[in-house]
């Protein structure tokens, strides 16, 4: 048991590499707190993987709202008496379009969903880490936005991912003598709504462009998440780890 009685708030847990490890976690001893807009996905997801709801909460709700990134962490204290984790995973692409072409809205939306709400994240689970004693964060950045990942008309996404390293870095050198660690995970293309959408020609332009020729499957995503919330990663802090199929160091 890799998370054995840990509490972990789980956002974008509704679909793809969130709903990947919300079955994972739970597997693994955790209690999981579970995120998303969908209420009806979140529901239906912890009615299969725990028909009792023992060790599952569902807390349905937008992380660009402040007021729900401290829910999350309200609701995970009072029912499961403290948090140890947080796999701060919600995300969004945008539009795909040049930035010649790209609206203001589309550029604040994606930077507000994905960078701003880990901000709100990280403001209300550090207190609440504090309070335990300690414990590991973990926010999905992208292979988009970083080594070798220049993508045409993803520049709102790349530069909300990117974003997010910085603020990782600054959150792991404020907390490290606090006794919590904050990481970021790099996927690389992952068969999910958001990597490719079913679209076979999208999908195949995508696992192209990784050296192992294929795309990640959400739950060897969600195994990298599980191993930096463990105490197995218990001196890494500060890491972007990229578990992107060689995306980052392919020559071409
Ligand atoms: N798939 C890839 O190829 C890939 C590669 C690199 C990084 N990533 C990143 O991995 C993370 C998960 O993506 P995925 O591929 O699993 O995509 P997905 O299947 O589309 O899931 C995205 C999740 O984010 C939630 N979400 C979106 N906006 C939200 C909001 N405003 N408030 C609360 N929840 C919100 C969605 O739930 P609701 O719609 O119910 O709110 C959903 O659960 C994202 O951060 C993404 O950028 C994905």
Do not use: C
């Not at 973990?138 to 988009?144: E, H, I, L």
């Not at 709504?193 to 332009?205: E, H, K, L, W, Y």
Request: glycine fraction near 12%; proline fraction near 4%.
């Amino acid at each position: 048991m890799e998370l054995d009685n840990k509490t972990i708030v789980i956002t974008g847990a509704s679909s793809g590499i969130g709903a990947a490890a919300a079955r994972l976690f739970l597997q693994e001893g955790a209690n999981v707190v579970l995120g998303a807009r969908s209420k009806d996905k979140l529901t239906a997801l912890a009615e299969e993987i725990d028909p009792a709801l023992q060790r599952t909460l569902v807390v349905p709700g937008d992380v660009t709202h402040i007021a729900y990134a401290n829910e999350l962490v309200t609701r995970a204290e009072e029912r499961f008496g403290g948090l140890d984790g947080a796999f701060n995973n919600a995300g969004i692409v945008g539009d795909m379009v040049p930035v010649t072409e790209m609206t203001h809205a589309n550029w604040s939306t994606v930077m507000t969903v994905n960078l701003t709400s880990a901000f709100l994240a990280a403001q209300a689970q550090i207190p609440a880490l504090m309070r335990r004693g300690g414990g590991s964060l973990v926010f999905t950045s992208s292979f988009v936005g970083f080594s070798n990942g220049g993508m045409p008309g993803m520049a709102a996404y790349a530069a909300s991912k990117a974003g997010m390293l910085g603020l990782v870095q600054s959150l792991a050198s404020e907390h490290a003598i606090d006794a919590i660690r904050v990481n970021a995970l790099l996927p690389g293309g992952t068969v999910t709504p958001a990597g490719g959408g079913g679209n076979v020609d999208a999908m195949a332009f995508i696992a192209g462009l990784h050296p192992v020729k294929r795309m990640a499957r959400p739950t060897e995503i969600a195994q990298a998440a599980m191993f930096m919330l463990s105490d197995r990663a218990s001196f890494m802090t500060g890491s972007p780890m990229q578990v992107d199929g060689g995306m980052s160091v392919r020559l071409i």
